[in-house]
Every structure is written in C-alpha cells, then in structure tokens.
C-alpha cells in the first residue's frame, strides 16, 4: 500500500521560469536513466523479490524514494513552464504559442500536450520505455544494473546542474546528486555482500565444469596494438578467484566455414546459376522434358 505525503521529499522551486531548461529536465524524467526508470526497476525488483526479506525490504525503500524524486522532477518542471512560451506573454499576442515554442527552443508538447505540466518523455520527446528496466530475479545480477543506472544518473544530473545558474534548480539538483551518492554506495555494499555468500559471476548455480574451459578466462586481443595487455584483466588472478587470466595476442577462429542450404521453393530466395528448385514451373518443365525423351 502507497499513501503520499504532501510535502515533496526536498525543495523543488526554481528561481525564475526556464522552459527550455525545463525540456533539458524531462531527461532526468522520462529518460533512459531517468527517475522514472530506477522507480520501476526497483518497485518490480522488489515485488518480485523470492530472496532474504531484508533485500525486499530495503529494494522497496529506494524504489519508494524514487516516487518522491519523480514527483520533485515533475513539479520543478511545471514551475520552470510557468510563462511558457519561451518568450514574455505580451510579445506573443495574436501569435501561435506552439511556434513560438519551437522557435524558442522549448518543447512544443509543453504547450499541446501537457498544458504547461511535465510529460513521461525524455528530453527529446521519446516516451518512458519499459524496456528501460531489468529484474531478472537474480539480485546480483540486479544490483549491478543498479548502480549503471546511478552511475548513469548521477552523471546527467551533474551535467544539468552544470548547465543553470538557477539557486532553486542546483538546490534540488544537489539534493538528488547527493542521493545517488548513497545509492551507488548502497549497491556496492549490497553487492558485496552478495558476492561473499556467493561466486562472483552471474549466476553462480551454474556448474563451471560445463562451460569450454578453453577460453573461460582468456583475454583475447582483437584490435590492433597490445596496449590492452597491460590492464588488470589480461594477467594474474581471475576475480572469480577460480583461475588465473590469460591473454591472446593472435586470436584465430576456432569454427567452421558457415555454409546454408538453399531455402525452400515457398521462401522465393535467391537463386543460384544452374539451380532447379523442386515444385517450380522450371522443374516441372524438366521433369516433363525427361518424361517425353523416355518415350
């Protein structure tokens, strides 16, 4: 069960109207790594959650604060619409606001659409995508797609915040930049306290012996140079902690020269120089051909 709450989780009042800022913030949104994006990852993860209760539990408390920066988001953006179009109210009398939108580099929908409100859109209009989300039931798996997605996060938003010079937008930008701080912090300990009670690679009840144990821990250059020789994963022991790392530096094919069939009649594909294709009227011709030269 969800109650909301009134008042917002933190301050979401921008000093002065910003339309075309406010399009830069849909991105935070309704982007791929928006607010909306780790809200439903963490809420589906969460009610899918089969683990300890203790992983549910805290899952369903972040994904629960996520609600409330959606919210904060959402309202910062209708307030940064406030004057919409981009230009001042009395220049635009007599004219048509969505052009003027366009022309003032603003998001038209903020005007035909919303009626000067927040959409779940990236900044370019893209709708959210629930194809955005991962939870797969495996919360290692899970936890390390959380912390790409504060990564990814914390990264836009401090890009936004470098963008304005508006006091009320960087405070509420500080505000959820701090709290993707102790997200990424959350996911690595949560991580890291996974991978103690279990192997390191995903998923770890698969039996190790099956995989071709030629090239499971093998680093194999194909680019040109050797530069990548020198990193943390071409030499030494593996972090799975199973074997040591081996590198390649002239990887050849180990496969088969690939050589298909030709499609049947029905699939119309191309057809080679010389070639019948049983059931066509070419092959009933030839068929017919040898039937009469019996005779």
């Given at each position: 069960?969800?109650?909301?709450?009134?008042?917002?989780?933190?301050?979401?009042?921008?000093?002065?109207?910003?339309?075309?800022?406010?399009?830069?913030?849909?991105?935070?949104?309704?982007?791929?790594?928006?607010?909306?994006?780790?809200?439903?990852?963490?809420?589906?993860?969460?009610?899918?959650?089969?683990?300890?209760?203790?992983y549910?539990?805290?899952?369903?408390?972040?994904?629960?604060?996520?609600?409330?920066?959606?919210?904060?988001?959402?309202?910062?953006?209708?307030?940064?619409?406030d004057?919409?179009?981009?230009?001042?109210?009395?220049?635009?009398?007599?004219?048509?606001p969505?052009?003027e939108?366009?022309?003032?580099?603003?998001?038209?929908?903020h005007?035909?659409?919303?009626?000067?409100?927040a959409?779940?859109?990236?900044s370019?209009?893209?709708?959210?995508?629930?194809?955005?989300?991962?939870?797969?039931?495996?919360?290692?798996?899970?936890?390390?797609?959380?912390?790409?997605?504060?990564?990814?996060?914390?990264?836009?938003?401090?890009?936004?915040?470098?963008?304005?010079?508006?006091?009320?937008?960087?405070?509420?930008?500080?505000?959820?930049?701090?709290?993707?701080?102790?997200?990424q912090?959350?996911?690595?300990?949560?991580?890291?306290?996974?991978?103690?009670?279990?192997?390191?690679?995903?998923?770890?009840?698969?039996?190790?012996?099956?995989?071709?144990?030629q090239?499971?821990?093998?680093?194999?250059?194909?680019?040109?140079?050797?530069?990548?020789?020198?990193?943390?994963?071409?030499?030494?022991?593996t972090?799975?902690?199973?074997?040591?790392?081996?590198?390649?530096?002239?990887?050849?094919?180990?496969?088969?020269?690939?050589?298909?069939?030709?499609?049947?009649?029905?699939?119309?594909?191309?057809?080679?120089?010389?070639?019948?294709?049983?059931?066509?009227?070419?092959?009933?011709?030839?068929?017919?051909?040898?039937?009469?030269?019996?005779?």
């Amino acid at each position: 069960m969800f109650s909301h709450v009134k008042e917002l989780q933190y301050n979401a009042k921008p000093d002065r109207p910003d339309p075309v800022y406010a399009k830069k913030l849909q991105e935070i949104l309704g982007g791929q790594f928006g607010e909306m994006s780790v809200m439903m990852q963490y809420l589906f993860q969460g009610w899918n959650c089969r683990a300890d209760q203790k992983y549910k539990d805290m899952i369903l408390d972040i994904g629960t604060e996520e609600i409330a920066h959606v919210e904060m988001i959402a309202t910062m953006i209708a307030q940064l619409l406030d004057g919409a179009p981009a230009r001042e109210q009395d220049e635009i009398v007599g004219q048509n606001p969505a052009v003027e939108a366009v022309l003032g580099g603003m998001n038209p929908q903020h005007v035909i659409v919303s009626g000067i409100g927040a959409t779940p859109t990236d900044s370019v209009g893209y709708p959210w995508n629930s194809r955005y989300i991962i939870s797969s039931g495996n919360l290692l798996a899970d936890f390390r797609a959380n912390l790409n997605a504060e990564s990814q996060g914390r990264l836009q938003v401090c890009r936004l915040y470098e963008s304005t010079t508006d006091p009320g937008v960087r405070d509420m930008l500080s505000f959820l930049i701090a709290r993707d701080t102790m997200h990424q912090n959350q996911w690595m300990a949560a991580i890291e306290e996974l991978e103690k009670n279990q192997k390191a690679v995903v998923p770890s009840t698969f039996p190790q012996h099956l995989e071709n144990q030629q090239v499971n821990y093998s680093f194999m250059n194909f680019s040109q140079g050797e530069e990548s020789a020198e990193g943390r994963w071409a030499s030494g022991k593996t972090l799975d902690g199973q074997s040591e790392f081996d590198y390649i530096a002239n990887p050849t094919a180990m496969g088969q020269v690939p050589k298909l069939q030709p499609a049947p009649a029905y699939i119309h594909g191309t057809v080679e120089p010389g070639q019948i294709i049983p059931g066509t009227e070419q092959a009933n011709f030839e068929q017919n051909q040898q039937g009469n030269d019996l005779h």
